[in-house]
């Protein structure tokens, strides 16, 4: 069965921490996709990755092909990084299978 | 930036009765999708949708549901009789080619309630 597991669920940080949230999955894929749901419902896309590692600023994802797992890094975390960070897979067709999210909370 | 805009943001209708959500894709973009989101739960794929055609569709995509891109530049998912628990947020997304090589842009959401 094509699974994406994220952990943690839940997580509270300081300001400033380093963030880690990981994303595993069960089979190969073809993509896997960062992304960032806010209180108010909508999602916007972070990263996509095949391979490697991308950074954007503050965010930085990283993905290990052959362990079948995703990093999603925060440096200098800031309480307006407050959503749920969602891993989504591509297991080879169009659609994306989502994980259940983080719920990141970053305390001033 | 383009954005995928989606419209209403908040519908309320009885159960049974039809609702269309509507959805504006990025102009340039050929590929187009539903997703929905029961509360609390996993975001869920419904739809994919290219050359006027469903190229793709999960089991929860059943007789009730329909989608159409009627004048080239909306994309609409048709509920024909709604149940309480078609209450979520639908998503409505868009790719220029294929989202396997060029990822996604979605829209905000339709919150729909059925009560």
Not at chain 1, 88 to 97: M, Q, Y
Not at chain 2, 59 to 75: K, L, T
């Amino acid at each position: 069965k094509n699974e994406v597991e994220q952990s943690p669920q839940n997580l509270t940080a300081q300001e400033g921490e380093f963030i880690t949230i990981n994303c595993s999955y069960s089979v190969g894929i073809s993509a896997l996709h960062w992304l960032q749901q806010h209180p108010g419902g909508g999602i916007v896309s972070l990263f996509m990755l095949s391979s490697g590692k991308k950074k954007h600023g503050r965010l930085i994802a990283t993905i290990n092909i052959q362990e079948k797992h995703s990093s999603l890094h925060i440096t200098a975390s800031h309480p307006r990084d407050s959503a749920v960070y969602i891993c989504a897979v591509s297991f080879g067709n169009e659609k994306l299978t989502f994980g259940t999210g983080t719920r990141l909370t970053i305390i001033p | 930036e383009p954005e995928v805009t989606q419209t209403p943001s908040h519908q309320v209708t009885q159960m049974g009765q039809e609702v269309i959500l509507r959805c504006v894709p990025i102009s340039n973009h050929l590929y187009f999708y539903w997703y929905r989101q029961i509360l609390g739960q996993k975001v869920e794929f419904l739809v994919s949708f290219y050359n006027n055609e469903i190229s793709e569709k999960s089991e929860i995509f059943d007789d009730q549901f329909s989608v159409e891109r009627p004048d080239g530049s909306n994309f609409t998912l048709k509920i024909r009789s709604t149940k309480l628990e078609d209450s979520a947020m639908y998503f409505c997304a868009s790719s220029p080619r294929t989202g396997l090589l060029y990822g996604y842009t979605f829209g905000s959401g339709t919150r729909l309630t059925v009560v």
